[in-house]
């Protein structure tokens, strides 16, 4: 199962793009593939309840969109606030990362990331499509699978980590990712108008600052087999935006329940082995 996820809050913007939903697709191809949308780990940015449910609904479309563009028919897209197994396991892991010594001493008192852990493992993930900058999510993941599986029966796949992007650009450097002069970092949308994107594009790659090397990098790993062409990338923006647009709510919510339903009979085998490994059952 090929996993990937991001969250809702601020929009899709060109970074996912470029770096997740491109390399998701290209890796889905032919294989069982997940794309889920953190909505609950959204509550604690979003400015409001109905600018979350905005906000989600919006970046929905657009993956809905590209799925259908992609012709990934198989490929699910699920919200996790819908897969109530994810709670449970999350719950699940906090305890056993902060009481149980065997899965104390792999934390050694960091914060482990248990709530994208239970998603990627209930979803039997074995790679995990991600920025450079989640690389390492991913491998205390692994980690803490490995550990489950020694100390209690085999369980669990192990996930690799899958980052078609090799580092990520400081924030010293960058001013943070590609965004619109004026606005927050992260902020150039795929949504945003053709002529914002390119006048963006355009000054980026003018400038002497060591980020131009960075935006190259970024779009040669998106486009191996062709050169680059800010029309190449503008047009395929177009037509995500174009195809976003024409997706109803209703329509949206049909497909969600859909894979959400499926996502649930993947996940129920998985957290019924879990209670079973910990006496729970």
């Known amino acids: 199962m090929i996993f990937t996820a991001i969250q809702p809050v601020g929009g899709i913007h060109l970074g996912n793009y470029l770096a997740v939903l491109r390399p998701w697709a290209s890796e889905s191809r032919g294989q069982p593939s997940v794309f889920l949308m953190g909505d ?9 309840a109905e600018g979350l449910r905005n906000a989600t609904a ?6 809905l969109a590209f799925r259908r563009l992609e012709g990934l028919d198989d490929a699910w897209i699920i919200r996790a606030s819908r897969i109530p197994e994810f709670a ?6 906090d305890v056993l990362t902060s009481s149980h010594q065997p899965f104390r001493q792999l934390v050694q008192g ?3 990331p248990y709530r994208q852990a239970a998603e990627i493992l209930l979803m039997g993930s074995n790679v995990a499509v991600v920025g ?9 993941t692994a980690a803490f699978a490995s550990l489950f599986n020694e100390t209690y029966g085999r369980v669990f796949d192990i996930p690799v980590p899958l980052s078609h992007l090799k580092e990520v ?11 619109k002069p004026g606005s927050t970092p992260g902020t150039l949308l795929v949504t945003d108008d053709r002529d914002v994107i390119r006048s963006v594009l355009d000054e980026m790659a003018q400038e002497d600052a060591p980020r131009v090397p960075y935006l190259r990098q970024v779009l040669e790993s998106a486009y191996p087999d062709k050169p680059y062409s800010a029309t190449v990338l503008l047009d395929e ?9 024409s997706i109803s709510e209703d329509e949206l919510e049909s497909e969600l329940s859909r894979d959400e339903l499926k996502a649930r009979q993947r996940a129920e085998p998985s957290i019924r082995s879990v209670r079973y490994a910990l006496g729970l059952s």
């Open 40 to 48: 609950n780990h959204g509550v604690a940015f979003a400015p409001s």
């Open 58 to 63: 919006s970046a929905l479309k657009v993956i």
């Open 88 to 93: 449970e396991f999350s719950w699940l892991i």
């Open 110 to 112: 960091k914060p482990f």
């Open 132 to 140: 450079p900058d989640h690389v390492r999510l991913i491998e205390v």
């Open 169 to 179: 650009i400081p924030d010293t450097v960058s001013g943070g990712k590609m965004h």
């Open 237 to 245: 923006i177009d037509n995500l935006r174009r195809a976003a647009t």
